[in-house]
């Protein structure tokens, strides 16, 4: 009995002097890289004083946020490649189109819009018109952007044009269209 | 048996807890986008530095970020599961890495550094691009399909790639190519932005909605002409996290992997590294009836390439604020930059002043916004170029209406033939001239004397000040002040100031 309890006091002892040792090199790793001593192992974050390249490893956040930007892309590709491969060639194709801004500079009211598909071909109807006044309306080119396509305008003219307007453009090339709608007030 | 249970449990929350708190203290750190303006995500200066890094710089820093290469798909969650998901694809093995990756007989590092050198654009812009649309320069185990559509070109939401942008050199060429023209306003390239006031969707959701955006450079306009959604609060409290429904996070994305890897993208702290930089002190009005504040300037040598402004706090302690303006380094005996009240508002608009080699061949005025970031004016004068040695361009508000005038002053020889001093008042707008006046004084040496202008009685008029630096016209061997009346043909009064004329070096020309 006494030599076993021997035993568990030495097992014990060993466990104590591990777990202190191992208590002692974490508070001194932390200590070490909390204060940038460690020089193989830089904290990622970089430093704004000075603008210099970062050379270490990426960190967890960016391998991290790097494999959720894969993942998405890679997902966005499969359902698009399927919805293609699915939609009857023979049927007027819907395509989305969108006013992403309308902005009153000076005396000129720009029109921003994307249409989802890479394309040149095709052009953008515009119609501007105010209930009981005038109609602006204008026809122009599509060109194609990085991720999206843009009708090669709007800039339109609108001194004297105060009031609620509605805008609507059509985008067609062949039995592609797309359609948007929307109401403004010029000031 | 108990107490030695209580010691093990006891030491086993200590390490659990001191484990939590390394790791608590690590995440807090990764948390919210510091620092992001919407409608300034980098300075032009910055985003066409194309000399920012060379091909080896480049490889280097590729190499850095996948020490190593999961070429056969083996270091996944099990031994076969990224192998077996790239052979599911189709796609072939072994995987290669941006930093392992040719085409065309050229590593990634090549085409990234000819593409940048070709179109101008900083190759960290390439880099960050590459990282932001494909995960490519952290990924350890790349397809086929994000070296295809690399940089995201021909991408849309909603329908296949478009195979006519397919492959990595392709993209890059094309993504830059874009920037290029919208940083040119090229005419044969449309932008959907525009410089100044847009609305800007949250998410290609436009239910989401949208806010105003005041673009306020090129850079920021090809960005989101690129990539047209801002990042929603959600995202940017998200740090490189995942935000809510409506979160977009592009150029979230941009933002946070450019400042991580290479530093601030407009360049607002770079005082720690000032030498071989061309540098003044001024003070300005930023707001009326408020004391002047300090401004330190930094016309070159800036590590933004642009000219900075960086501003005292009252007591000229601890700064204020820092800005690196949209305007390059400039070249002291080309230009100068002043400050001067010209509308009249009680505040001092920043006045870049083209003196010599200007593109119009006339001195030219270029009137900083109040964010130093944009243009408001830009006024051609009716006055060709200068020498800087032999005339200065001052400002003074000589009639006392609340508007500071310009003033040309010929100092070494005169534009009349009087031998004088002249001073040439200009009207608003530097189209034409309101007064010539010239003086009692005979031409003066710079380097000796200078002409300086201040409201010295409180009258509200500014007076001319012929001030005798380095040789006194006395004879006394310091510093003297000879303050001139209304019109330069008279003194007022003299002043001999305490200061040794010999011991003060004359500084440069602001």
Redo the contacts between chains.
Sequence with gaps: MKIQNKK?HSK?RI??LV?TI??AS??GL?YLY?NNKIPFLE????D????????????Q??????????QD??N??DK??V??SSTDNNATKNI?I?I??????NANL?I???I???TSDGSCIMTMTQPGSNTVSQTVKV??????S?C??FDIAISGFSGQWNINIIYKNGDLTGNISKSITVN | MNK?KY??TT?SI??GL??QN?SL?LNV??IQVQGWDAGYIIADGIFTDNRS?NVA?IQ??LD????VCDNWGTNGSTPTSRRDYVLSKGYALPMTCLKEYTENGLTAAQIIYDVSQQYQINP?VLIVLL?????????DW??E??YR?A????????????SQ?YGLTNQIN??AH?FRAILNNSPT??S???L??????WS?N?SCG?SVVNIQNRSTQALY????YQPNQSALNA????GDSCSA?GNR?FY??F??????TR????L??LNDTSTGIDFKKIQKSSPDAGEFMIYSGS??SCVEFHTWSQGLANWQNHTASNSSNINLTDSSIQYADLNGDGKDEAILIGLKGTASGKIEFHIWNDDLRSWKDHYISNAATIDPTVSQVSFADLDGDGKDEGILTSLTSSVSGSGNIEMHVWNQGFGSWKDHYISNAATIDPTVSQVSFADLDGDGKDEGILIALASTVSGSGNIEMHIWNPGFGSWRTHYITNQLAKSVPIPPQL
């Excluded at chain 1, 960016?62 to 894969?70: F, V």
């Excluded at chain 2, 400042?259 to 601030?264: A, C, I, K, V």
């Design positions: 568990r014990l466990i104590i777990t191992v208590v974490l508070f932390f909390k904290q990622s974050s970089h704004t004083n000075n603008s210099s390249i970062d050379y270490g490893p990426a960190s956040d960016q391998i991290k946020s790097g494999n959720a930007i894969k892309s890679s966005t590709e698009n490649n919805q293609n989305t969108s992403l801004s309308t902005t009153q500079n720009h921003a819009t994307s989802d598909r890479i060109q194609p952007m990085a991720s999206y843009t090669q305008g | 030695n010691i093990l030491l200590i390490l001191l484990i390394v203290t750190s990764a890094m710089q280097a820093f850095s970020k996948v020490p960290q990282q932001k649309e494909q995960g490519l320069v952290t990924d790349p397809t399909q994000q559509s940089t995201g070109y021909g991408c849309p939401d909603t329908a296949p790639c478009d942008y094309w993504s874009m390239w449309w959907p932005y525009v100044g006031n847009n609305n800007i969707q290609p436009a949208s002409d690129y990539t047209p740090g490189y996290g995942t996070y994305n946070l992997y400042t991580g890897w290479f530093g601030s360049g607002d702290y770079c720690s590294s590590s933004t």
